[in-house]
């Protein structure tokens, strides 16, 4: 089924079709919208995954349900699918794209006479394209937003109102850049020379790969002498800081807020929650999942969780925080103890003394007879 095919009223076996899917029910059944699982309209489908999730879909006014094999139950329509949120995520995404503008260039856009702009490009109003720079095919550089000196675009990228691209980023093709997001600052580099911080000149590059989004008010900042490099399909939230020399690798999702100080090295498919922060020239192997809010300042091996402040194995932080629940109680054991101990150390204490006295005065009475 293409694109264009997917217009409601839908019958779901279309829908089927489309998400590889199987229904139970009817397949005819039309389908006007999709749903929240808490709050659908009556002609909706809504996409479950969790048990709460299907109680409330199954229970609601939806005219079908979408859901895995584990939560089906047979009171209304459904199409069971390996994984609902990748069925959601497809079914959306054919729905409801974004609208593009056409490839134009506008006369307020300021260009330099130099830069080499690709085939099918739009370039917004107000836009500023700096010197020796390369924008390729079919890009999208919406208005207001600023792209420096020398540098390279590739194909079919999105640059969102208010993004700023220092000189010297190279991107390559298919990659978001959203408002307000700065790639290529300074690197966060001082030395103190006895009467002020004085700033170590950052003038290496950031490198972008493939398929990579950085997220609304992000910062990565350019390397000191070689190059900051966010790996392909890595993925940045809103307000990300990727400090300079930072090397993320291939897949890896950061979460809001979370922070990497200079020269961290993270692995294919890493995972940071909301919030963490990563202290410099740490390294965290493929696969890892750094928990939110955690402080990470250790090394941390492939594949592992960490979690807490500062972060440990994720197992050990749980049993910590467990023990947390019980500290008051804790506290009021210990104390009680604490008198106890003293109360029997304090008749140790007395009867010692009364059997020292005991002793001493029987020496005395066999002088004396």
Request: glycine share 12%.
């Amino acid at each position: 089924m293409h694109q264009s095919d997917l217009r409601f009223p839908l019958p779901i076996g279309r829908i089927a079709e489309f998400i590889g899917g199987t229904v139970q029910g009817d397949p005819q059944i039309f389908i006007g919208g999709v749903g929240d699982p808490s709050d659908p309209k009556p002609e909706d489908i809504v996409f479950v995954w969790t048990k709460p999730q299907a109680l409330l879909a199954y229970a609601s006014a939806a005219r079908a349900v979408v859901t895995s094999p584990q939560f089906v139950q047979p009171t209304k329509p459904t199409i069971i699918v390996p994984d609902p949120r990748l069925a959601l995520a497809k079914f959306l995404d054919c729905l409801f794209r974004e609208t593009i503008p056409s490839p134009t260039i506008s006369p307020f856009a300021v260009i330099s006479p130099d830069a080499q702009i690709g085939q099918q490009v739009c370039i917004g109003s107000y836009a500023v394209i700096g010197s020796q720079t390369v924008i390729g095919d079919r890009t999208i550089i919406y208005p207001l937003s600023y792209i420096g000196n020398r540098v390279t675009i590739g194909q079919d990228c999105r640059i969102y109102p208010f993004a700023c691209l220092l000189d010297d980023v190279s991107l390559g093709n298919r990659v978001v850049i959203f408002s307000g997001a700065v790639v290529g600052r300074p690197g966060f580099g001082f030395v103190w020379d006895g009467q002020q911080h004085r700033r170590v000149p950052q003038v290496g590059k950031v490198v972008v790969e493939d398929d990579a989004e950085i997220g609304a008010n992000s910062c990565v900042d350019r390397a000191t002498l070689t190059k900051t490099r966010i790996g392909k399909g890595s993925k940045l939230d809103n307000l990300v800081q990727i400090g300079h020399n930072c090397q993320v690798g291939p897949m890896c999702l950061i979460a809001g807020q979370v922070g990497l100080a200079g020269s961290v090295t993270l692995g294919e498919g890493v995972v940071v929650g909301g919030q963490a922060g990563i202290a410099d020239h740490i390294t965290v192997g493929p696969k890892a999942q750094i928990a939110a809010r955690s402080g990470l300042m250790s090394n941390v091996p492939e594949e592992s969780r960490w979690a807490g402040f500062p972060a440990r194995p994720h197992w050990e932080w749980l049993r910590i925080e467990a023990s947390l629940t019980r500290l008051p109680e804790l506290i009021l054991l210990s104390r009680t103890l604490k008198e106890k101990v003293e109360q029997l150390e304090k008749r140790l204490a007395e009867a010692q003394a009364k059997k020292e006295g005991g002793r001493r005065g029987g020496k005395g009475h066999r002088r004396r007879s």
